[in-house]
Nanobody, 120 residues
Framework: QAQLVESGGGLVQAGGSLRLSCAAS????????MGWFRQAPGKERQFVARINYGSVTRYADSVKGRFTISRDNARKTVHLQMNSLKPDDTAVYYCAADQFSERPPSARFWGQGTQVTISS
């Protein structure tokens, strides 16, 4: 079992940056693939970024070049550095772990979500 707790969301202006963090309580964290999804109001949840146990990463086209996912296995945390933020990035961001599927979006474990709001 794993529990995931996100932090770092907030309100920023377009062009700004935010860093999301996800703290995991899981005995086998280093073996989990970790990642982020997001869900905007009235829209389906969508894949954002993922990182496997070997720190190989993958990004949605919409965030490639602007977002960076990283992990710290010793601290059992995953981070999402978000730069050059746009109003379209406004959403609730969810941390997820293990058994990923990008489409349809699914994972074995989910956090409660953190709100990110980008003002124009």
């Amino acid at each position: 079992q794993a529990q995931l707790v996100e932090s770092g969301g907030g309100l920023v202006q377009a062009g700004g940056s935010l860093r999301l963090s996800c703290a995991a309580s899981a005995p086998t964290f280093s073996g989990y693939e970790m990642g982020w999804f997001r869900q905007a109001p009235g829209k389906e949840r969508q894949f954002v970024a993922r990182i496997n146990y070997g720190s190989v990463t993958r990004y949605a086209d919409s965030v490639k070049g602007r977002f960076t996912i990283s992990r710290d296995n010793a601290r059992k945390t995953v981070h999402l550095q978000m730069n050059s933020l746009k109003p379209d990035d406004t959403a609730v961001y969810y941390c997820a772990a293990d058994q990923f599927s990008e489409r349809p979006p699914s994972a074995r474990f989910w956090g409660q979500g953190t709100q990110v709001t980008i003002s124009s």
